[in-house]
């Protein structure tokens, strides 16, 4: 049975893990027969935004990896915690908080840079080359992880398609239904709520990217 590590960054769509998203590749991995674990880095968030009224909460502070713990139902693990010859592939479900957490392009775009503790945690699947798919918005954090001209998708928005370009990828408008293959890096990508207006169109994207990486592993 193939194992699986999920890296989550946050709880919630405006400043951690797109919980729809987590949740959808966490059910594709079981219903494929796999077993997964979830990681996040133990650091703090970028900030917090109320998700009723969209405001930031100058006055709250909380951290990725406690508040992934709630997607995850407790069982989670920080990104230091592991070890590599244990699984066989990786998924990163998007989320501003793939944005804000796991690196900084929200406020830094082509400019930005990776948490340490996520250019470590996923340059572990890149050095065993074992494959590892990114979801959503996550996909801008290819270009700074595997170098120039590897290939991903973050489905048609202009600006950010711009960003990918600039950091070195070469990017591949997908639609919210389909995945983008690198073989060469065993990057998969795919645009869910980058483009989904259901969470039934969120799922198709994902499952057939869920599907592809535990084929590729």
């Not at 999920?6 to 027969?33: K, N, P, Q, R, Y």
């Not at 600039?166 to 389909?178: P, R």
Request: aromatic share 6%.
């Amino acid at each position: 049975m193939k194992n699986v590590a999920i890296l989550i960054s946050g709880c919630g769509v405006f400043d951690g893990g797109e919980i729809h998203e987590t949740v959808l590749t966490m059910l594709a991995v079981a219903s494929a027969g796999a077993n997964y674990q979830c990681f996040a880095p133990d650091i703090p968030q970028m900030h917090v935004v109320n998700h009723l009224t969209g405001e930031v909460d100058a006055n709250a502070n909380r951290n990725v990896l406690v508040e992934s713990a709630r997607i995850a139902r407790g069982e989670i693990k920080p990104t230091t915690d592991l070890n590599i010859d244990d699984f066989d592939a990786l998924l990163i479900p998007g989320g501003f908080g793939a944005a804000k957490n796991l690196c900084n392009f929200a406020t830094n775009g082509s400019e930005c840079d990776v948490e340490p503790a996520v250019v470590q945690f996923v340059g572990e699947f890149k050095i065993a080359h074992k494959p590892v798919g990114f979801i959503c918005i996550a996909p801008v954090m290819i270009p700074k992880i595997y170098g120039a001209g590897t290939k991903g998708t973050i489905g048609h928005d202009v600006d950010t398609v711009q960003a990918f370009n600039l950091m070195g990828g070469e990017h591949q408008e997908a639609a919210v239904d389909e995945i983008v293959v690198d073989v060469h890096s065993k990057v998969v990508s795919t645009p869910a709520y980058m483009l989904a207006g259901s969470i039934l169109e969120a799922k198709s994207g994902i499952d057939k990217l869920v599907s592809q990486v535990l084929a590729m592993s």
